[in-house]
């Protein structure tokens, strides 16, 4: 089992900064790609950005030049520094971790989702 809990979110004008977090605890031998997902009003859940274990990030064209990704491999933490946000970021971001756990003789990956946490950019 692992938990992935968001936190960070709120309510900020439009021109403002958030900064998400994702804490991962649990069964965890190693996290490989984590991400950062949100899902819009009318919209299906999408990509906003990614970060390798290796701190390769990859990033959404709507994100690119306002959000920044990174990750504390030693805390099992990711972050997402959002600036010059929009009321079209209005949503809920999810975090996303894909992990390996067991014992070493069978090491297994399994994708998890954190609970979601609430993004509300006012004009």
């Known amino acids: 089992q692992v938990q992935l809990v968001e936190s960070g979110g709120g309510l900020v004008q439009a021109g403002g900064s958030l900064r998400l977090s994702c804490a991962a605890s649990g069964s965890i031998l190693r996290l490989n790609v984590m991400g950062w997902y949100r899902q819009t009003l009318g919209k299906q859940r999408e990509l906003v950005a990614s970060?390798?274990?290796?701190?390769?990030?990859a990033y959404a064209d709507f994100a690119k030049g306002r959000f920044t990704i990174s990750r504390d491999n030693a805390k099992n933490t990711m972050y997402l520094q959002m600036n010059s946000l929009k009321p079209e970021d209005t949503g809920v971001y999810y975090c996303n971790a894909e992990r390996e756990f067991g014992p070493v003789e069978n090491v297994r990956t399994m994708t998890s989702w954190g609970q979601g946490t609430q993004v509300t950019v006012s004009s």
């Open positions: 970060v390798t274990s290796g701190s390769s990030t």
